[in-house]
Structures are given as structure tokens and as C-alpha cells.
């Protein structure tokens, strides 16, 4: 496969380590939420047969997290973000 | 040995000679010959077994989709089993024997299985062989595996090496044929950057083999003019001898590029075969197609093959396959293989034409409405049957048959990404599906368009779309005129009528009979069909007779073809060989060695290593004279509490942390808190996952307001970093805080023992004494004036600092603390003597560390701070993980001391049976204690820190092992840590 | 009908015309007490030991293909019992002790053939793990033996002892592992469930689930509504979308398994070994193909295929450990759907649905569980509580922090 990086164009996916789907984003708070929204957050997972955003890092080049819309069906690629500013774009901050 | 069959014509150099020899029997040939072709020329034409019956056998192709002439090829090292006769290029001197066979390829003991046959119909094994049920592994498996296979492999290494590479393209073009070769000259002259890849030696695919004219000159010429252009095309690149094995995603081809097989052997330098990885942005599929059989009482002897190639032995080789030919075909490309063998001057015996109508050959006997029905020859053909349309029958003598049930369109490629090839009635056979691999289109026979004009059309018309599609505007060209002959096919599957075996996939040896009984028993869906017959699951996947098949499987459940669907094809295209997809990494590079600063040292001073990841260590270094390992190590570990030890502990994870949220970063995924540390100290850290579980440890240094220096573990080193990326750019975006690795920037050393100081106080150019230097002090210093760290920390339970200098000065830096050591009798130490000290003074490492245990497990539940968030912190408070009945990190001791311990027994209470319920946990770590006079182990024991100071059992069931122990505190050795304060 | 070397040899001598279907194509009724959903290993053996060994009647098993279409039909037909925790091993050991009498008990050769298995050893710390791992298995019933690095070479001299980067130690070895042939696995449940009144019904695609007030009514199929008071899932690979229809998220990725198989050649390796250090697991079948495999390619996929890097990864292992494989041939690769689950370890549960129970989540351990994973949940179908050795395998064990984690990886379904 080859994923489009946003800063250093197309690289080839051998390139990158897979974390899952990009829902690992949205860390509960550990001092206000408790062990059930740890639980979905961490454990279940949409799985869906389609569309998937989803976590890469690349590893074996600079570093950065990417957010990447692929198809598991198709494995077709149609959109790569820098994971960075889908978080901060969702609120995310500190 | 009978007289030579070469024919006029062909495209074989006649004045050079070959020797080569099959079943050690010497013959010769000709540059451009196949050895199969080389074979056929010498009037041989037994050249295999067959798998199952172990029927004689020819060739039936003259190409990739051979599933009968398979030899082994080359003696040694270099024997090559299941090589294709048909596609192995003659070199001087080849040497091939044949397999499957014993004694010999003529006398075969085994097929008395063909005798039996009637007992071996598909899948009676599923049905037979339960009683007794031991006799399977004993007696009825071994007897089937010693007569199963085909080849064999020598048990020696391969002595040939592989490369892999890498290239890029605009289009990519699989196959050279007519369609192919249009194709690349269409995107080529266009400028476009274009790969040709074809199997074949020589570029041209069938044009080599027929008599066609394209543009008034042969066929061959054209091609060999549109390579000879192709290859003054400063944009394309030509690759001969290259399979394109698969489609795989985003526009990457793999290819095999078979460098040196048509030489004796790889020239020095040169691999034996290259696989490529193709990154192409639109991809041509102009892989031509395979013809099919018809199936026919003993259809599978040797001389009868397909009508096709048959015609290519005569056009391309000069071979006559036999002095009499007949030919049986349902289709109009059947009767060129007789029109060219009689032009030839080859006796063409007969035309037996399924069809009923249409002209006659002029000149042939040409029997239209008629059938093949038998066929006779045990070891070579030596008559056929036949039964004319009036229902009269013949026996005809006839040495070769050529037979064309009609074209299958090398779909495979357009199915490997799982799309269904569609049914195209006008060929009776398979097309490429629409939803094939993006960005690949299909062309000229492989997309089912089978005459020489469709394929030039079809070559120019592809490309041009894919130029359109890559942002280059191109116009047709005209065309050289070709013949356009129509297919003109009529159903013909196999021969109804007979009692005999009719051959489907001839290799597996799967008949007419097999697939009515698979449809008696219900195995009628096309998956069940190959799965219960075997059908198409031998060495050429189906290419000639899954068709057949399932076109007789839609007969027998009376649904159409289309309705019964089909198989699809996976990778590779044609087999390949284990050792090109590996290609360098095998041996000791079959992963990259990472060599610590010392090792250069250590290497000189006779070091044992020991493999940690990817990093060699030094175990333990003997010393002249020590006979055991644990000489060196009690040696080791001894000097070192005695007065003073080097360990290199650079493969250590080092990661810098800067940034005005350092602290607060470093508060996050630790369990424990960071953002009070001091500037100039440094503290133990325990790294939750997000599930609870201990990730990794180490010690964390604040070197400034805003700067820290993390250590991870040597096996945790990247995953930890790829974590703290994680925590830094997705999760906690927003915080000022900066990461960099820097492993591999310092060479570490451990200085450790009560003369660590004082060995220390030679070498860098600070004050550090206790008071300037405390425990847990961190620092940057100077070594003669270089810029170095100081940690004082301990693993060992000494006292012990780890000093870092830049990793090109780390080769300096152990020499000149063995010399400055000299004073003190200081001793380098290894991995051993390290793992001995840290288990004497209880700390935890790999395998406590297991991914499996908490915090609490390990005894350092309240080092999880509940006042912050952190990584872990919530889930490591799930009821399952508070068990106050779960394990704990206890010591271990025997109770007669020099009662032997293993690491991997378990605790079982004194006189408890040895079962599962009894079961209290294991040992985790064992080493012997040479302070201690003893073993000593850690373990994690069920509720283990309330069963201090009781009595158990450490058994080893696999060794027999059952040890009486003592439950003690996992601090063996000075359990106030008073010596690394000192 | 009942198979025997009589009844072949009978046939044979009379042109084999009193074979008769191996299952019936029954026309769907209009409910059912039982219906499976899912036609592979799992779903047919639940079948089969559902009306077998607990006397239930009115089951049908839906299949969307063929019979044993599903990861029973592509996997590496390797079965054993070789685990660690306390969760997994009894399940697995109950597995191994059903196919040792499994040809006798549906009347088929599955080829069980128990040639052994060995897992090598190449560090001092994988020499521990693996005492305690076979120290585990024996504690639960099953064998255990740990051989030296020249017991290795004894067995396969040919590997690669003298210039390995990562050398063999030695090797833990359970000889009751071996291989089965998975198809034949499929077809003798299939068959026994069907002489047992089981209607097996393939090309029947589930398409939703009609649940009311919490409880399940039955499910909507390509061939229309087909009712039924209990049913159970066993789809293994498509699980997700399958629970999906009862508004379920589960614990489970799903990724693609990749599996490779060698041209035929003369016998070379007797049992099944896997090389740790180089992820990688080979066998040899009756038929003579090299069957071995690798690492998952680790990105969630429904794909059934898998790409280049992880087809050069495995044969790099291959050739590592056994370099005279390097004029050996691939002949085919393909791919399986895995369940991969947060743990590594399998569900076999009751849901939030009354009346719906769900099994999945068996990473590349499914075949081998075929037997035991039937078992159990017929066990749950019919009584409605866990077997006892598959009471670890609850969805809330997550929740409770009762992970079943054999490889350490936590929730990172792609690294079990």
C-alpha cells in the first residue's frame, strides 16, 4: 500500500507502524470519567467493513502520527491528515 | 533414442550446439531451445509421472501452464524441483532428471496405483483409513506421504544468493505479445515512462509461434522490430525473463526477474533471480492466453497435447512432435496447428472437428461432427480412436495429437484482488472482471479480444486511455494489418459415452469420473468441487483445466456456466522460488546486528554475546583458564560488589524531553510523578499501558527547568518512543513538549561497586563526591573536557553511576576505564553478572515484565498516583486487577542450599498434587547468588507477599524437577540500600 | 450412510453409484428452536454437537456461501494445545482430546494426524517462558517436553544451526500437536449435523435481526425471515457486521491473515515448527505442499488479501531457518479474515439480547478450537451457562480487568 503523506508525499506503508482506529483519539479524562468510558474507549470498536479512519505512524521517517480514511473492503485510500491537527480540530489540547 | 524431429524454420541457432542430459542420458539442442523442446527434437516424449496415478507423461504445453513435464533440474545444491521442462532455457551442460518415479521414469512401481485406481476416486481417503484410529500416524499416513509430492528438495543450503528491487513507472505493460507490444510502443512514443515485462526469454509471446503476418513482414519480425524500437525508447524499460507474479495494492506489481537460470550459473556478482517491487500508476494486463484441453478417454498420454503448441514446437522450435499428427478441436485455431504442420511437410493424419458445419480443410482429411473417443500408447501415443459423426468409428496411428478445446484469457492477474472474471459466451471462456485491481486494464487475448488485429487495437486503445488517465494526451495511430479471423467455438467439454478416465487437471490427476462424483455426493459449488477433487490445485493452479471442470460441473447440475460460477486466482502468477522473496535476509543477515560502543573492545577481549533484539551484548568475558560459564560470571559479579564493575548498558532507550510541559508530559505517562523531580536528579519510573498493564521502567533524569532524559528498557526502547508520539501529538496535542530519540547519540556505561567513585574521579573533570554528587543526582559533566551525563544510579544494589559520552568516544571511554580500573581490579561485566545483581537485589526486568502484570503485581502498587491522570491509571483499577489474591513478586530461596532451581517452575504447596487447581504461580527469574552460596530466584506467587517465610515447592514437571523452597523478600542483598547510597 | 475401507472398496467394484449427497439442500423453514449463523467450522460443529451430544432438534445452520467457505476452509490446519494461561489451556487441551476421537465420532477421516509440534527456542528468556508454559499445560493434562538444541537438530538437521542470526536452543514440544484436514473438518460435521435432522443452508446471507423488547425473534436472510427462539453466532471474521444487526460493538478488529502453501515435494518435515525469532510457522501436508505463514498484516481489512512486504517477511523466516528451502516454490498465498480480539483470546457469551449468543474473536486460533469451541457453545445454546472450560471467555472480562493475554500485547489487536 502507499499512503499519501501530507508533508512527504506518497511513501510506501512498509514505512509506517498501524495503531487502529482513529476513535484511540479520544481519550476519556482519567480524573473525571471512570473505568466504563475507559472500557468502550479502549476495548470496542466499530470495525467497520468500509470506510475506516484509522492511526499510522511512520515510523521508519518523521515521526508523525497520521489519520487515514481507507476502505477495508477496497483498501483504497482517499484521505491522510496529520493526526495533530484532526485532534486539535476535535478539541483536543492538553 | 529414435532419429532427430527437427523440421525446417524455427528460431534456433543451428550453429551452435548444446549438451545436456536428461536421466543421465546425453542428447543435444540449440540456442532457443526449451528443454522440453530440446527433448521432443530427440524424440523423447515421456518426461514425468503424474501425481496421483503416476501415469507417463508429456508435455501438453510449451509454456508457463505446463502441469506435466516437471523435472529436476541441475545437480547439488542447485537441484530444482517441479522445474517445467517448457520454460527451462537450454544451457550447455543442463542436467535434469526426472521425479515422481522408482525405479525409473519407465518402469514406475507406483503406478500400479493406476491399476487400482478404481479404489482411489476423489476424496475416498476422507471416507477410509479410521481403524484403528493410531494406524493413521503410524501406518496409512506415513505410507502416503512417502508416495505423495512430486519433487525432491536436497536438504543443503542454497548457494545461490537473491537481490530484491525497486522501480517505478508510469504503465506498466505484462506481457509482450501483439497487444503488449502495441501497448508499450503507444504510452512509449508518447514519452511516457513504461516497464515491459515478459516471462518469456524471448518478446513476442504467440507472434514467436505462428506464421501470421502483421504489416506484410512475419509476425516474429514485427515483434522483434517494435523491441528493437522499444529498446531506443529513452523511457521504457524492457524486462525479459520477468513473470509478473501479482497485483497488490495502490498500484504495486510484483515481478520476478529470472537474472542467471538460463546459465549454468549465476556469474560472480550476480543473483540468481531479482524480485521486483513495481510501483506503477496505471498497469496493462497483455498476458495473452492458455489454451484449454477437451477431455477424452486417456487423453493424458505422452504426444498429446494441446493444439496450440503443438504448432509452436513446429513454428518456433522446428520440431515435429511426431512423424503422424491428428488434430482435435472444437474451435477455427485448432485447424491452424494442421494447416501449419502440413505446409510443413509434417503427415497430418486427421482433423477431428467437433463442430459440425463450416468449410473443409483443403488438402487434409477433415472430419467434421466427429470426437476423439480413446486413445493408445502406454509410454508415447500410438493410435487414436475416433467416432465420425455417422457414429462409425476409427483407430488412426498417430505419434502426437494436438488438441484445442478453445482459449482461456490469462484473467488471473485482473482476479487478485478477489474480482470475479465474467463469463464471455462469444470464446466460451472467462474475461476480466470489471472491479479488478484499480488501474489496471486488460488487452489483446487476456481480454479475451484472441485474433492479432483485436490484440493491436485492443494494445493501442488500453494505452491510450491510460495516457489519458496519466495527464498525456496521445492519438491513435494506424494500424498494421493483421488477420482478424473470428474464434468460431462450439461447446465441447469432454467425450461423453466412455467407461475410461478422462483427464481434467492431468497433473493431480483429476478425471470426468471425479467430477460426476463430486456432484453425486453434492459437492457442486465450484469451491467445493476444487476443494473435495483437488482440481486446480496443482503446481499450474488450474490454467488448462478448471474451466473444463466447472463447465462439466454446470452440465451435470444443469445451471449455466456463469451460474456456477468460478474459483478465482490467487498469487503468484507462476510459482516462485522461497529464496528470491527472501532475498538477502537469510543467514546472519537475516536482521540487521546492532553492535554496542564496546563491542569492538569486548570482541578483542574474547567476549561471549548474546543476541538482545537486534543488539549483541556481551554475556560475560572468560578469562584464561575458566572452563564454565559460571566461573566468569561468579568471577564478574564478585569483583564487582568486591570493588568495581563496567557494564555497557548503551542499548538502553534514551529519549530527550524538552519543553515547557515536560514535567507536566512526564506526569501523564507515568504512573508515578515527575514534574516535582529537582533539576539534577533523577527518579525510577513505572510506564503503565492504557489497559493497566506495567509497559516499561526505567530511570528518568530532569537535566534542566524544562529538559529531561528518559531510559527505557533495551526491548522497549522503540515501542515506548512510538508511545510517547502518540501521547504528544494525538492525545495531548496542545502540550509545548518535543521528543527526540537518542539511543544511539550516547555510549552508556555502567560504573558499579564501592570503587566506582573513586575509579570515576579519574575520568571526569567534575567534583562528585557525595555531597557534590548524591544518590540519584543527574548532571551534565565534562571527560577532558568533553561534553558527558552522570547518572548516579543503580541497578545492582552498589554504589553505581552510569556516565554517557557521544557514541563515537564510547570505544575510548571503555578502554580508558579498563585502564584507569587497573588500580582497582575493575572488571568489564556482562549481561549475566548484570541479571545476577539485579536479582539479588530484587528489581524487576524482562521477564517480570511480561505484559501480563501490574503494578501491584510487582510490589509497587503505590508507586500509581490516583491524584493525576495518567496512562494506565484508570484500568489498572479494575476489580480483576486489585485481586488481593493475585500474584506478587516474592523472592526464592531452596531450602537446602544447594537444592537447584529452574526459572519456569511452578509453586505448588508442599504435598499438593501437581494440577492446575494447586497451581500458586511461577519463578520468573533464576540465577545462582554467588554472594549468597545458592540459587536465588524472583516468581510471582498467588497472594505472595502474605506467604513471606513459608515453605513451598518449585517443580519443574518437563525436567522431573520438585524443589523444596523458601518464601523470602525479593531483596536477597542489602535490603536497606545502604551500599549505593555510600 | 456409514463410511468404512469395506464400503470403499464395495463401491469401487460396483462404478461408485451408490455414493449418495453428504448433506441435503433443504429449503429454509419458517422457524427454527435454534438457528446458527455461519456455515464454517465453529457454526457446523455447534450444529452438530447441539443436536449430538444435547439431544436438540429444530437447528439450521445459515450459511452466505458455501459450507466451510469461512477461515475453516483457509487456514494452516494446525492443531495443539500449547498455551499458557489458565483461561485458555483447559479449552484448548478439551480441543485436542475432541479431535483425538473426532474421525471415530462423525464417521470421517479428517486426517487428524498428530505428528507433533515444536516451538524453538533461541534466548536464555524464552527458555523461561517456555518452562513455565510447558509446566502449564502439563499442571492441566496435556503433554509437555522441552528439548535441547541437539534434540532439534536430531529431529530437522537441515536447519539452520551453524550460521542462524538468531541461533536455536532448543525447543518446547507438545507431541499430541500435529495437523488436521481442515476441509474434511468442515465436511464431517457438516455431515454428521445433516444426518441428524440439521437443515444446512447455504447461499442464506443474514441481513438483519428482528429483536423485541431485548429478546431475539429471528433473523431477516436473503430467503426471507426465519424465526427461531435461540440464536447463535459463529462468524468469525465478519463478527462485527454480523452483531452489528443487534446494535453490538464488539472487542474485535478485524485484520487479514495471510497463508502460504509450497509446490508438492518429498517429504521433509515431519510435524509443525514455528521460529519465533523470525515469525514464522511451517508444516508439511499429506500431499507434499510446504504449509506456512506469518504475521497478520496488522491494518484492519475484510480484503481476504494481503500485500507484498508480508509475503517477503515470511519467506525471509523461512529461508532463515531452513536455507535449503531456496529452490523450494510458493505455489499460492491467500488470505483469511481474522477476529482479532483485545486479548488474544476468544468470546463465547450470552449478549444483551435475550435469546442471542455470540462466539467470535479467534484470532488465528480458530481452527484448532473447532471442536471444543462447538462444544461449548452448544453447551451455552442449550443450558444456557458456559462450559466449564470456556467460563473465562466472557465479554466482560474487560471490563473487570480479567484479561486473557497470552502474548503480553494488551489492547492491540493486530500484535496478538
Redo the contacts between chains.
Keep these: 500500500m502507499i499512503i499519501d503523506h501530507p508533508i512527504l508525499g506518497p511513501r510506501d506503508a512498509q514505512e509506517f507502524v498501524y495503531l487502529g482506529d482513529a476513535s484511540l483519539m479520544n481519550r476519556p479524562d482519567g480524573l473525571s470519567d471512570g473505568i466504563g468510558a475507559f472500557h468502550d474507549y479502549l476495548y470496542n470498536r466499530a470495525n467497520p467493513v468500509g470506510e475506516h479512519r484509522e492511526l499510522w505512524y511512520h515510523e521508519q521517517g518523521d515521526r508523525s502520527w497520521l489519520v487515514v480514511t481507507r476502505n477495508t473492503l477496497t483498501h483504497e485510500i482517499t484521505k491522510v491528515e496529520l493526526a495533530r491537527d484532526v485532534a486539535r480540530a476535535s478539541g483536543r489540547s492538553r | 533414442m529414435s532419429r532427430s524431429h527437427r523440421i525446417a524454420g524455427g528460431q534456433i541457432d543451428r550453429t551452435s550446439t548444446i549438451r545436456f542430459s536428461f536421466d543421465g542420458l546425453p542428447y543435444t539442442g540449440h540456442p532457443g531451445d526449451t528443454l522440453a523442446s530440446a527433448l521432443l527434437a530427440n524424440g523423447v516424449r515421456l518426461m514425468g509421472r503424474s501425481f496421483k496415478y503416476h501415469r507417463p507423461r508429456g508435455p501438453l504445453s510449451a509454456g508457463s501452464e505446463e502441469p506435466n513435464a516437471l523435472v529436476q533440474l541441475r545437480t547439488g545444491a542447485r537441484q530444482e524441483p517441479n522445474s517445467r521442462a517448457t520454460v527451462a532455457e537450454l544451457f550447455d551442460g543442463l542436467t535434469a532428471t526426472s521425479q515422481n518415479a522408482w525405479p525409473s521414469l519407465r518402469l514406475d512401481a507406483m503406478a500400479l496405483n493406476d491399476r487400482l485406481s478404481t479404489f482411489f476416486a476423489a476424496g475416498f481417503y476422507y471416507k477410509t483409513f479410521m481403524w484403528p484410529a493410531a494406524f493413521w500416524e503410524k501406518v496409512y499416513e506415513p505410507m502416503i506421504r512417502r508416495a505423495a509430492g512430486l519433487g525432491r528438495l536436497t536438504r543443503e543450503e542454497d548457494p545461490d544468493s537473491y537481490d530484491k528491487g525497486f522501480l517505478h513507472c508510469d504503465l506498466l505493460v505484462i506481457g509482450a505479445g501483439p497487444a503488449g507490444l502495441m501497448a508499450a510502443l503507444t504510452a512509449g512514443r508518447a514519452g511516457a515512462r513504461v516497464i515491459l515485462a515478459d516471462e518469456d526469454f524471448r518478446m513476442g509471446g504467440r507472434l514467436n509461434s505462428e506464421r501470421f503476418e502483421i504489416g506484410g513482414q512475419p509476425g516474429a519480425d514485427w515483434a522483434a522490430g517494435a523491441v528493437a524500437e522499444l529498446a531506443q525508447l529513452p523511457t521504457v524499460r524492457l524486462m525479459s525473463r520477468t513473470t509478473v507474479i501479482g497485483a497488490f495494492d495502490h498500484g504495486i506489481y510484483g515481478a520476478v526477474e529470472r537474472v542467471s537460470d538460463h546459465l549454468p550459473e549465476p556469474p560472480p556478482g550476480k543473483p540468481r533471480q531479482t524480485l521486483w517491487r513495481i510501483y506503477s500508476r496505471r498497469a496493462i494486463l497483455a498476458g495473452g492466453a492458455t489454451e484449454r484441453p477437451i477431455a477424452f478417454e486417456n487423453n493424458d498420454r505422452p504426444g498429446i497435447m494441446l493444439a496450440g503448441s503443438l504448432r509452436a514446437y513446429a513454428n518456433r522450435w522446428a520440431v515435429a512432435a511426431g512423424d503422424r499428427v491428428a488434430i482435435f478441436t472444437n474451435n477455427e485455431d485448432g485447424l491452424r496447428t494442421a494447416t501449419d504442420l502440413h505446409a510443413k511437410g509434417v503427415d497430418v493424419v486427421a482433423v477431428i472437428d467437433a463442430r459440425a458445419d463450416g468449410p473443409l480443410l483443403p488438402g487434409i482429411r477433415h472430419l467434421r461432427g466427429a470426437e476423439v473417443i480413446d486413445t493408445r500408447g502406454r509410454l508415447g501415443l500410438t493410435s487414436i480412436t475416433i467416432r465420425q459423426a455417422n457414429g462409425r468409428t476409427e483407430t488412426l496411428r498417430a505419434s502426437a495429437l494436438g488438441v484445442s478445446g478453445g482459449w482461456n484469457p490469462n484473467v488471473n492477474i485482473s482476479s487478485h484482488h478477489r474480482a470475479r472474471p465474467v463469463w464471455d459466451e462469444a470464446i466460451l471462456s472467462f474475461v476480466p472482471g470489471k472491479a479488478g485491481p484499480p488501474g489496471l486494464s486488460a488487452a489483446g487475448a487476456a481480454a479475451g479480444r484472441l485474433s492479432t488485429h483485436g490484440a493491436l487495437a485492443s494494445g493501442q486503445t488500453e494505452a491510450l486511455a491510460a495516457l489519458a488517465d496519466l495527464g498525456r494526451a496521445s492519438r491513435a495511430q494506424p494500424l498494421p494489418e493483421a488477420e482478424d479471423a473470428p474464434v468460431s467455438i462450439t461447446p465441447k467439454w469432454y467425450v461423453a459415452g466412455g467407461k475410461g478416465r478422462a483427464w481434467i487437471d492431468p497433473q493431480n490427476d483429476v478425471t470426468v469420473k471425479d467430477v460426476k462424483l463430486a456432484h453425486q455426493e453434492n459437492f457442486t459449488s465450484v469451491e467445493h468441487l476444487k476443494r473435495y477433487t483437488t482440481l486446480g490445485m496443482a503446481t499450474d493452479q488450474g490454467k488448462t483445466g478448471n474451466v473444463l471442470g466447472l463447465a462439466i460441473m454446470a452440465g451435470l447440475t444443469g445451471r449455466t456456466i456463469p451460474e456456477t460460477g468460478t474459483t478465482i486466482y490467487r498469487p503468484p502468477y507462476t510459482p516462485v522460488a522461497m529464496g528470491t522473496l527472501a532475498g538477502r535476509s537469510r543467514g546472519k543477515e537475516f536482521k540487521p546486528t546492532r553492535l554496542t560502543p564496546s563491542h569492538a573492545w569486548a570482541e578483542e577481549q574474547g567476549a561471549v554475546f548474546v543476541e538482545v533484539g537486534q543488539w549483541l551484548r556481551t554475556q560475560w568475558i572468560p578469562r584464561p583458564g575458566e572452563t564454565h560459564w559460571r566461573e566468569s560470571v561468579d568471577r564478574e559479579v564478585l569483583a564487582t560488589r568486591r570493588s568495581v564493575g563496567i557494564c555497557d548498558v548503551t542499548t538502553l532507550g534514551k529519549i530527550d524531553i524538552q519543553g515547557t510541559d515536560a514535567g507536566a508530559f512526564l506526569d501523564r505517562v507515568y504512573a508515578n510523578t515527575f514534574s516535582t523531580l529537582p533539576v539534577g536528579k533523577c527518579r525510577y519510573g513505572l510506564m503503565l499501558r492504557e489497559d493497566g498493564i506495567v509497559f516499561d521502567d526505567g530511570t528518568t533524569a530532569r537535566l534542566g527547568e524544562h529538559e529531561y532524559v528518559m531510559t527505557t528498557t533495551t526491548a522497549n526502547a522503540v515501542a515506548v518512543f512510538r508511545h510517547l508520539e502518540f501521547c504528544r501529538q494525538v492525545l495531548w496535542p496542545g502540550m509545548d513538549v518535543q521528543l527526540i530519540s537518542t539511543t544511539e547519540a550516547w555510549a552508556q556505561f555502567s560504573v558499579a561497586g564501592p570503587n566506582a567513585r573513586r575509579l570515576l574521579e579519574r575520568i571526569v573533570d567534575q567534583d562528585i563526591s557525595d555531597a557534590a554528587f548524591p544518590y540519584l543526582a543527574a548532571g551534565n559533566i565534562t571527560v577532558g573536557g568533553l561534553r558527558a551525563r552522570l547518572f548516579r544510579i543503580s541497578f545492582s544494589g552498589e554504589l553505581a553511576y552510569e556516565i554517557a559520552v557521544p557514541a563515537r568516544y564510547g570505544d575510548a571511554l571503555i578502554r580508558r576505564l579498563v585502564e584507569e580500573g587497573r588500580t582497582f581490579d575493575a572488571v568489564v561485566y556482562g549481561t549475566e553478572a548484570l541479571g545476577v545483581m539485579r536479582v539479588e537485589k530484587g528489581h524487576v526486568a524482562g521477564n517480570e515484565l511480561n505484559g501480563q502484570s501490574t503494578a501491584l503485581n510487582m510490589g509497587l502498587g503505590k508507586m500509581v498516583s490516583r491524584k493525576k491522570d495518567s496512562i494506565g491509571m484508570v484500568l489498572s483499577g479494575r476489580e480483576g486487577m486489585m485481586d488481593p489474591g493475585g500474584y506478587r513478586l516474592v523472592g526464592v530461596k531452596p531450602v537446602a542450599p544447594d537444592g537447584k532451581l529452574t526459572a519456569g517452575s511452578h509453586f505448588l504447596d508442599i504435598g499438593a498434587a501437581a494440577v492446575m487447581e494447586n497451581d500458586g504461580g511461577w519463578l520468573t527469574s533464576k540465577v545462582y547468588s554467588p554472594h549468597l552460596g545458592s540459587d536465588i530466584a524472583l516468581g510471582y506467587l498467588k497472594a505472595g507477599d502474605r506467604r513471606i517465610g513459608e515453605r513451598m515447592r518449585a517443580v519443574n514437571l518437563l525436567a522431573g524437577t520438585d524443589t523444596e523452597v523458601e518464601i523470602v523478600s525479593p531483596h536477597f542483598f542489602d535490603p536497606e540500600g545502604e551500599r549505593l547510597r555510600g | 450412510m456409514r463410511?468404512?475401507?469395506f464400503?470403499?472398496?464395495a463401491?469401487?467394484?460396483t462404478g461408485?453409484r451408490g455414493?449418495?449427497?453428504?448433506?441435503?439442500?433443504p429449503e429454509p423453514q419458517a422457524d427454527y428452536d435454534y438457528i446458527i449463523i455461519g456455515g464454517g467450522g465453529h457454526g457446523l460443529a455447534t450444529a452438530y454437537y447441539l443436536a449430538k451430544e444435547f439431544g436438540q432438534k429444530r437447528i439450521a445452520v445459515l450459511e452466505k456461501?458455501?459450507?466451510?467457505?469461512g477461515n475453516v476452509?483457509r487456514n494452516t490446519t494446525i492443531i495443539r494445545s500449547n498455551y499458557l494461561l489458565?483461561g485458555n489451556?483447559?479449552f484448548y487441551e478439551f480441543s485436542l482430546k475432541l479431535w483425538?476421537?473426532l474421525?471415530?465420532d462423525f464417521?470421517?477421516?479428517?486426517?487428524?494426524?498428530?505428528?507433533g509440534i515444536i516451538n524453538l527456542i533461541?534466548?536464555?528468556?524464552q527458555?523461561?517462558?517456555?518452562?513455565?508454559?510447558?509446566?502449564?499445560m502439563?499442571?492441566?493434562?496435556a503433554d509437555?517436553?522441552?528439548l535441547d538444541r541437539e534434540q532439534v537438530r536430531a529431529m530437522y538437521?537441515?536447519l539452520?544451526f551453524d550460521?542462524?542470526?538468531?541461533?536455536i536452543k532448543g525447543a518446547l514440544m507438545q507431541r499430541r500437536g500435529?495437523t488436521v484436514?481442515h476441509?474434511?473438518v468442515a465436511?464431517?460435521y457438516a455431515r454428521g449435523a445433516d444426518m441428524r435432522g440439521v437443515d444446512l443452508i447455504?447461499n442464506c446471507e443474514v441481513t438483519g435481526m428482528r429483536i423485541e423488547r431485548g429478546r431475539i425473534l429471528g433473523v431477516e436472510t436473503t430467503r426471507g425471515f426465519i424465526g427461531a427462539r435461540t440464536v447463535g453466532v459463529a462468524v468469525a471474521g465478519s463478527s462485527?457486521?454480523v452483531m452489528?444487526q443487534a446494535g453490538l460493538?464488539?472487542?474485535?478488529?478485524?485484520h487479514v491473515l495471510q497463508a502460504f502453501v509450497?509446490?508438492?515435494?518429498?517429504?521433509?518435515i515431519d510435524g509443525v515448527m514455528t521460529f519465533g525469532a523470525?515469525h514464522f510457522y511451517v508444516s508439511?501436508s499429506?500431499?507434499?505442499g510446504l504449509v506456512f505463514g506469518g504475521d497478520i498484516d496488522?491494518?484492519?481489512?475484510?480484503?481476504?488479501?494481503g500485500?507484498?512486504?508480508v509475503?517477503?517477511d515470511?519467506?525471509?523466516?523461512?529461508?532463515?531457518l531452513m536455507?535449503?528451502?531456496?529452490?523450494?516454490?510458493?505455489?499460492?498465498?491467500?488470505g483469511g479474515i481474522m477476529d482479532m480480539s483485545?486479548d488474544g483470546s476468544p468470546i463465547i457469551d450470552r449478549t444483551p439480547v435475550e435469546g442471542l449468543y455470540f462466539n467470535g474473536g479467534w484470532c488465528y486460533g480458530g481452527f484448532k478450537a473447532t471442536p471444543a469451541s462447538g462444544w461449548c457453545f452448544a453447551h451455552l445454546l442449550a443450558r444456557d451457562e458456559p462450559h466449564p472450560t470456556a467460563r473465562a471467555y466472557r465479554f466482560d472480562?474487560?471490563?473487570?480487568?480479567?484479561?486473557i493475554?497470552e502474548?503480553?500485547?494488551?489492547?492491540?489487536?493486530?500484535l496478538h
Design positions: 463410511y468404512s475401507a464400503r470403499v472398496i463401491e469401487a467394484l461408485h455414493w449418495t449427497p453428504v448433506w441435503r439442500d456461501g458455501y459450507l466451510g467457505g476452509g489458565d489451556e483447559p483425538e476421537g474421525e471415530q464417521n470421517y477421516n479428517a486426517m487428524v494426524s498428530q505428528r533461541h534466548t536464555d528468556a527458555r523461561d517462558a517456555f518452562t513455565r508454559r510447558g509446566n502449564a502439563i499442571l492441566n493434562g509437555a517436553e522441552l538437521p537441515w539452520n550460521n542462524a542470526r538468531f541461533p500435529g484436514r476441509d474434511a465436511w464431517g447455504q462485527s457486521k452489528a460493538r464488539l472487542p474485535i478488529e478485524s509450497s509446490e508438492g515435494l518429498k517429504p521433509f523470525g508439511q499429506d500431499k507434499g496488522g491494518y484492519n481489512s475484510y480484503a481476504q488479501r500485500n507484498l512486504p509475503i517477503e515470511v519467506a525471509e523466516g523461512g529461508m532463515a536455507p535449503a528451502i531456496g529452490r523450494a516454490r510458493l505455489l499460492r498465498t491467500w483485545m472480562r474487560f471490563l473487570k480487568g480479567l484479561m493475554d502474548k503480553g500485547q494488551g489492547a492491540t489487536p493486530n
